[in-house]
């Protein structure tokens, strides 16, 4: 069986992944799939943690359907947003909407 | 059913959400049709009626993952009468400019379902199902508003940030479950409070900390204000400024007060540092605003600084300070932007477009005059009474320092507040046209001023729910 802190380790490098080009990427869309890099990174947190911390009362895993299905809401709504933006601006990049700075 | 019966204002507020959605789905939903937020409000009504009956039942139900106390009643009321005087508001501004009414109101009672889950959730799962069920309906809301591009833009920000705030607020929750082996927070407080907790519980409580930071105006974590201010419909603004802090408040009183207080040694310090740096920021970079939607942005950073001020002071006057704030400056932030949504001028909040108002529209001046200088502190306002309830708690918990220095800074805040009252009361008009408004703005209105007045004149019933609530806060 893999150990414990491999998964951590993955789960931890995928966040610092996530977090670091969510904030420096400037395509929109681009940032969103960040975002989804770091909630990916809680699911494997959670499940680990549940597999071997908590097996009986696999609460993590029922945090991570949670998780998945807010995450596709969140994306849906993100991705809606985008289609307006682009129809209004013709482009996905952040730097173009004046209104994002700072 | 006793549990089913504690979750019925809830119930009735997402029933009626539902009501409204699926009304829109078989009807043209004329773009001049307001029945939607009527609708919208008597059910308000009613779960406020449902909301009133639950106080003093203090319970713990469904297998220790939801709590209905008088603190979780008081703040399930703060969302009510928030999403309340905004449906009543609200048509006035959205139906000129094509917004379906019926979508609007539909997300408002979502939010505010949302909002009253939140302050009940006593696990990780509810807590941040209820967050998210507030957020996702904020975003929409902010972005629509057919032919305008600004709207959309503020909204994208907001959720690109609102989903970082999230990710980080869930990494640390899954740390805090990989270290106690539990969602459920009192067992958190259990496992925290037995010996010394490890450092990567400090990590987890401060990732914690930063992804309701966002949602409560702490800075570093406050960048979308302005901005999402400024772009977003002045009725979304007045939900979300008065409803959403409200709520995420009562997570951080019920997470940072009871679950983390075997890490009170290393929360304290950095809470107290950024309250201070918050009042700090808030205050004084709304002194050059020019815009009064911006201006009202940081000035809501500035009130959060002193709610967490009272967090951070703890206790019972601590906590029942906050409740008090909340519900005060809930009232006082929703005049103030009814104001600004009931005439067409100043959806963009340029401060020149407020000149002459009084002249214009004297009622509408008064109100914002009333809530400014509520916002501002001034007696016998309920904005005054609350900054003294933050203020008395913070050098009860023997902050007099920090005391000194909010006041301090609360003072340069008169005067930006008064800068609006004088162009609105001393500068000549643009145009000398009088300004006319809905009846619903007129209702929510009236109901915002005698909020702000009665509260102020008599805090005492209030100040005393909130004491008592504040002594139930243990779970």
Known sequence: ?102 | MMSVGLLLPEIIVGAAGLIVLIERLFSKGEPGRKDAAWFGAAAVLVALFATFKLFGTNVTAFYGSYRVDDLAVFFKIVALAAAGLTLLFAPDFLAPRGVKTGDFTALVLFAAGGMMLLPSALDFITLFISLELISISFYVMIAMQRGEVRPAEAGLKYLLLSGMASAILLYGMSLIYGLTGSTYLAAIRQALSAGEPPILAGIACLMILAGLGFKIYLVPFHMWAPDVYEGASSPTVAFLASGSSAAALAAVLRLFGESFAGLAGLWVPILLIMAVITVAVGNIVALPQTNVKRLLAYSSIAHAGYILLAIVAGGRSGTAAVMYYSLLYAFSVVAAFGVISAFAETSGGDIRSFAGLARRAPFLAFVMMVALASLAGIPPLAGFMAKFAVFAAAVQAGYIMVAGIALLLSVISIFYYFQVIKVMYVEEPAEATPITFGLGTYAALLLGLAGIIMLGVVPGPLMHIAQVAAGFARF
């Open chain 1, 1 to 102: 069986m893999v150990a414990l802190p491999c998964y951590l380790g993955i789960s931890t490098l995928l966040f610092v992944i996530g977090l670091f080009g969510a904030l420096t990427k400037r395509n929109a869309i681009v940032v969103l799939m960040c975002i989804e890099l770091m909630l990916n990174a809680v699911n494997i947190n959670l499940v680990t943690f549940s597999r071997f911390i908590d097996p009986q009362a696999l609460l993590g895993q029922l945090f991570v359907i949670f998780t998945i299905a807010v995450a596709a809401a969140e994306v849906a709504v993100g991705l809606a947003i985008i289609i307006v933006l682009n129809r209004y601006r013709d482009t996905v990049n952040l730097d173009d909407f004046t209104w994002l700075k700072g």
